[in-house]
């Protein structure tokens, strides 16, 4: 897998940010915070903010978010400096000082030292005050003390969000996740002792599944993730732009999941009596083909959902 990143390694290097004290992105959505079918939820306002920070030591098989991170250890400092960019920013768009969601997404686990040096958790700490919930993304089996610490301390609710991808047998090892279904259950139990919120992120298509195996495993995996108290989950189509899976396409063992096929699983999930009262269920059109234009009606845009990020 390493060997085959050289090719998205030399066509990103213009294109990577290599500021430490700039985020990728930012950027103001609404976002549905609850879920009950028949009725519209409740939205709320999230400042979302794509940070750059140092490279996820885990190197999921799947994963292209490397290609968003700096090439050291993220600097003391860099992080809030970051924020406070990304403050002043929601500050001039939406007028407001204090409410809805922030989500912090750094490519990786925000509790790693190497991503989120812990002399700024005092600094991150304050800058979340003005908002009830503070999004991160975490692998539950890294910086797991620390993250219970940061929960207790922050003024908001804070939510981990967890790429938890597929349950299928033996999928989390070949995707070298360094992770078991069993696992993920139990760091679920923990957060909900701790009054942390969760979010999962699912990955639809994925190579080495039939497309009915797909559709039935991504099923049992929003079920599993919504059995162990997921408050939000996301689903992401399958993607190239790893290098690895761009090898596997041009070998004809991969093909991205289309458009109609996300459509499909993702009305599955809406109409499961399972889900009538939540999770929150959003579908993230990152990475899909583009939607066909028809010239002769209007065309609606796809609301912006939030994992494009996912660990
Ligand atoms: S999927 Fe998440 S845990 Fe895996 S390499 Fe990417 S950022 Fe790291």
Redesign the pocket.
């Known amino acids: 897998m390493l060997a085959s990143r050289g090719d998205a390694v030399v066509v990103d290097l213009e294109r990577r940010n290599r500021d430490a004290n700039r985020p990728n992105s930012v950027f103001v959505e609404l976002e549905a915070a609850n879920r009950h079918r028949g009725q519209q939820p409740e939205m709320t306002q999230v400042l979302t903010l794509l940070l750059a920070s140092s490279e ?5 098989t ?2 292209d ?2 290609r968003n991170t700096l090439n050291e250890p993220t600097p003391p400092g860099a992080l809030p400096e970051q924020i406070r960019l990304g403050l002043r920013h929601w500050r001039e768009q939406t007028g407001r000082e204090s409410g809805g969601t922030i989500k912090l997404y750094n ?3 925000f509790f790693d030292p190497r991503t989120t040096p812990s002399v700024d958790d005092e600094e991150i700490l304050r800058l979340c005050e003005p908002f009830d919930r503070v999004v991160v ?1 975490n ?1 539950p089996l890294i910086g797991t003390r620390r993250l219970f610490e940061f929960g207790k301390r922050l003024r908001g609710k804070l939510e981990i969000a967890v ?1 938890l991808e597929c349950i299928a047998p033996r999928m989390l090892e070949r995707l ?2 360094r992770l078991r279904p069993g696992q993920f259950f139990q760091f679920a139990k923990h957060l909900k002792e701790a009054s942390i919120d969760l979010r999962v992120f699912l990955i639809h298509g994925l190579p080495w599944l039939a497309p009915a195996e797909s559709y039935a495993w991504t099923i049992a995996s929003a079920r599993f993730a919504a059995a162990a108290g997921a408050r939000h989950i996301s689903l992401l189509p399958c993607r190239t732009g790893n290098g690895f899976m761009d090898r596997l396409a041009r070998e004809g063992m991969f093909c991205p999941p289309t458009r109609k096929q996300m459509r499909v699983v993702m009305a599955a999930l809406e109409n499961d009596p399972r889900f009538d009262h939540g999770p929150v269920l959003t579908l993230d059109t990152w990475g899909l083909e583009p939607e066909p234009v028809e010239l002769s009606e209007s065309v609606t845009a796809e609301p912006k959902n939030d994992a494009t ?3």
């Open positions: 996820c030591s885990l190197r999921c799947m994963c978010l490397w490519s990786g686990n993304e692998h790429g070298n996740k990020h996912d660990v």
